[in-house]
């Protein structure tokens, strides 16, 4: 056997970019749907997924009209798909957009959840909260005296910017033998996980082995 | 009591979130409540004005006692007009979101929250649920989402979040009618015809009768 | 709001993602190959056997131009001696293992193909045997005994699982292997709340254990006592 036939081998038993891609994405959905706060924005990704959509709805508007009734049918394969894309694309962003929305401050001041925005979620997330301020300003804060106008007070020791509960209960499956047992912080607890375990467990204490993608929400 | 006012406003967002519409804006509540902030602040001023800046809180505790009641007080009314102006401005998000004419939308409920006969009417002859500021705001939050909406046009970002089920359906034909256009051009739909087509091209027709859906 | 639904996959989600299995199905028409945004689906050719995605083999089997290849586990047999087993035991049947070297995980394992082991359930057994029985019975041998062993295993492991909840301790994990799809769509706003409540009920207990715990170190007194108090629990 010499080494073509061996990488042909090896292609043929890959997994190929498009399903690889279909796969993250369908993780990253699970993942942004089921975490109390947000994750990393997957940049490349997204960017390859957005162009073959983009190629895709050309090409069924290239052929919509057809009247081969074969034709029809690969047609109507192509576009059922291309709906399931499109709802995951969708649903991935809006359950972001949710999360940016119900504590825009907090996204926009806390550096590395900052650092998890699109460009494009950045602009929104501080437009809408300019756009709040302006609203509240205008509503009644303009008529209070000006040393309680402030949206980011810290008096008392309570500050007025919310963040999200990263203790939410979350169900998590692991997806290789952590090697270090998971240690619940505030608790005596520590557990380990094995690659299939699913475990009920607060967000906080399986965040990191989640993001090192040695396991995933479900 | 100071307070009042800030809670009637807490207990009406608590029920606007059990809401589908959006109930009158509370003008005078919102105005009673940020007066009572601007008197407590002046109450303040004035407890502190004979100490002319150099108050010790340690050698006067009962003066000390008494504002720090009054900021308090002045705090949790923010907290709570804050609170009220959220739940509404949430509300009027969400109808940005699920597509609703947000102008039709606020007369019903101007209807409804008319005939509620609450003790907290509106002023007379405001027929807008929404404050002025409020319109003003999700004018220009709507203005806000079409741009952001603009950047992801492929997917439709104001569609369904239920995940899609029979794009395509089978259909039989109960009554003659006609030529309809469909993506893939002109279907003639004659009696006791079967085919199958996209959902939503034909959902009217269904509605009215002439096609009924199969299994 | 941009999104009113609950954290986590709601229970059409979770059928959604369920659609995305592989399923074997036998072509009654030839199709081409074609390029899907998901990756290449190979042409079909009656009768040989063709692996595809659920959504698709639906599709083809409601429009007559496939017939579908049940899952081993999706026959009587199976679904019996799986249910006997559940029975035997307050913990879910030891689920289908997942493959080693590789962090692939349900629905992109081939669990629901004709090649699928039999005698353990895949993650998403529940909503694939109804969808499968609801699109395809006429595939499927004894649909109606299939069916009720279905009811039956649903039953027995639901009651499982609200048992499960009654020994939950704050503050630490609650194992739930071979749990399936749909059971923790349908049981998480309740396992959730319950575990939420019981950590938010812990928490005022952690603080004063660890304000007691700074107060003795003042007092110069060691942390053996409250290791012992720990035993005690």
Not at chain 1, 71 to 77: E, M, V
Not at chain 1, 156 to 170: L, Q
Not at chain 3, 28 to 50: D, F, K, S, V, W
Request: charged letters at 25%; proline letters at 8%.
């Amino acid at each position: 056997m010499d080494i073509d036939d061996i990488l042909a081998e090896v292609d043929s038993h890959a997994v190929p970019p498009a399903t690889r891609d279909l796969q993250e994405l369908t993780r990253a959905w699970v993942t942004e749907r089921s975490a109390p706060e947000i994750l990393p924005w997957p940049d490349m990704l997204m960017e390859r997924i957005l162009e073959r959509l983009r190629r895709q709805i050309e090409l069924v508007e290239e052929q919509t009209g057809n009247t081969d009734p074969k034709a029809n049918f690969r047609l109507i394969i192509i576009q059922t798909e291309l709906e399931r894309f499109k709802f995951l694309v969708r649903s991935f962003l809006r359950a972001r957009i949710a999360k940016i929305d119900a504590h825009a401050l907090h996204h926009l001041t806390d550096p590395s959840t900052k650092a998890r925005l699109s460009p494009s979620e950045l602009q929104y997330a501080t437009a809408h909260t300019s756009l709040l301020h302006a609203h509240y300003h205008s509503s009644f804060l303009s008529q209070f005296p000006t040393s309680l106008q402030r949206m980011d007070d810290t008096a008392g020791g309570i500050s007025m910017v919310e963040g999200p509960d990263v203790d939410k209960a979350v169900f998590v499956r692991a997806l290789k033998d952590v090697e270090e047992p998971v240690y619940v912080e505030g608790t005596d607890t520590a557990f380990d996980m094995r690659r299939g375990d699913v475990v009920v467990v607060r967000w906080s204490a399986v965040r990191e082995v989640v993001m090192a993608g040695d396991a995933e929400l479900i | 009591m100071y307070g009042d006012h800030a809670f009637k406003l807490v207990q009406h967002a608590k029920r606007t979130q059990a809401l589908v519409h959006l109930p009158h804006y509370q003008t005078e509540l919102v105005r009673e409540t940020t007066r009572e902030v601007r008197d407590l602040d002046k109450d303040v001023s004035n407890i502190l004005a004979p100490f002319e800046g150099s108050f010790n809180p340690s050698s006067e505790p009962a003066t000390a006692c008494s504002v720090l009641v009054n900021h308090l007080c002045m705090r949790r009314n923010k907290r709570c007009l804050l609170a009220y102006h959220r739940v509404r401005s949430d509300k009027l998000e969400e109808m940005c979101w699920s597509g609703k004419d947000i102008l039709d939308q606020e007369q019903q409920a101007g209807r409804q929250g008319n005939g509620e006969g609450s003790g907290m009417a509106s002023e007379a002859g405001n027929q807008s649920s929404l404050s002025p500021e409020e319109e003003e705001y999700i004018r220009q939050y709507g203005d806000m989402l079409a741009a952001y909406k603009g950047q992801w046009t492929d997917i439709d970002l104001t569609g369904s979040l239920e995940p899609p089920r029979d794009l395509f359906i089978d259909v039989r034909v109960l009554k003659d009618a006609g030529e309809i256009q469909t993506e893939y051009g002109a279907i003639t739909l004659t009696k006791n015809s079967q085919f199958f087509v996209r959902q939503g091209d034909v959902e009217r027709l269904i509605a009215q009768g002439y096609l009924q859906k199969l299994s | 709001m941009a999104l009113p639904l609950p954290p986590g996959l709601t229970p059409p989600e979770t059928a959604f993602l369920c659609e995305m299995e592989m399923v074997t199905v036998i072509p009654r028409q030839r199709l081409e190959g074609l390029e899907l945004l998901g990756g290449p689906i190979p042409p079909l050719n009656p009768p040989y056997r063709t692996p595809l995605p659920l959504w698709l083999a639906l599709l083809l089997k409601r429009q007559r131009r496939a017939n579908v290849l049940p899952p081993p586990w999706l026959s009587p047999p199976s679904l019996h001696s799986i249910l006997d087993f559940e029975k035997s035991t307050p913990s879910f049947s030891p689920p289908l293992p997942l493959p080693p070297h590789t962090t692939t995980s349900p629905p992109f394992l081939p669990s629901a193909t004709a090649n699928a082991p039999p005698d353990a359930l895949p993650y998403h057994w529940l909503e694939l045997g109804e969808m499968l029985l609801e699109a395809a019975s006429d595939d499927i041998p004894e649909p109606d005994n299939v069916r009720r062993l279905m009811r039956d295993l649903r039953e027995v492991r639901m009651a499982k699982m609200r048992a499960g909840v009654g020994v939950l301790e704050g503050g630490r994990e609650v194992n739930m292997n071979g749990v399936g799809g749909m059971e923790v769509a349908e049981g998480r706003a309740f396992i959730g709340g319950v575990v939420d409540g019981l950590r938010k009920i812990g928490a005022s207990k952690e603080m004063s254990r660890r304000e007691r715990e700074a107060e003795e170190r003042e007092n110069g007194i060691g942390g053996g006592e409250d290791d012992e108090d720990d035993m005690e629990i």
